[in-house]
């Protein structure tokens, strides 16, 4: 498969910086921003926190997929050549456990947001006679 030419590619910065910026919306994102205010900081504080963890955590991401990017190879080729050929699989099974672990940290995060939710009817049935609500 080839890449797609210079002249066809349709992505720009400004949509490469707001794919990667989707990546901070998600429910540890926000549960770290919560978790922040919790400690005792402010909001303004989380989300400066936050953003600088983003920017800190692109740093590396670029970095590591700027051979791809340059010379269109897989991240299983790139590893070989600082690896070698058998040690690269160590890279690559590594890297899809951590994939595997992300997973379930964002399942167990999903699945609390789902409990969270069902409990909003029997919450709502529950207050209705309260004179605050």
């Known amino acids: 498969m080839d890449p797609v030419p210079v002249e066809k590619r349709t992505w720009g910065k400004s949509t490469f910086v707001t794919y990667w910026f989707s990546d901070l919306v998600t429910i540890s994102t ?22 600088l963890a983003g920017f800190c955590n692109a740093i ?12 269109h ?17 160590f890279a690559v099974v590594s890297r899809g456990v951590l994939a ?3 997973f ?19 919450m709502s049935i529950a207050y209705k ?3 605050q609500f």
């Not at 590396?60 to 010379?71: E, M, Q, R, S, Y």
């Not at 379930?104 to 029997?122: D, R």
Request: hydrophobic share 55%; charged share 5%; with cysteine.
């Open 104 to 122: 379930g940290v964002q399942t167990a995060n999903g699945a609390t947001c789902v409990t969270a939710v069902s409990l909003l009817p029997a």
């Open 30 to 51: 926000w549960s770290t921003g919560s978790a922040i205010v919790t400690a005792g900081l402010t909001a303004t504080d989380a989300i400066l926190i936050v953003l």
């Open 100 to 102: 595997m672990f992300w």
């Open 129 to 131: 006679g309260h004179p």
């Open 73 to 89: 190879i897989a991240f299983p080729i790139a590893s070989r050549a600082s690896f070698g050929y058998w040690f690269s699989y």
């Open 60 to 71: 590396p991401t670029v970095l590591n997929g700027a051979i791809g990017a340059d010379l």
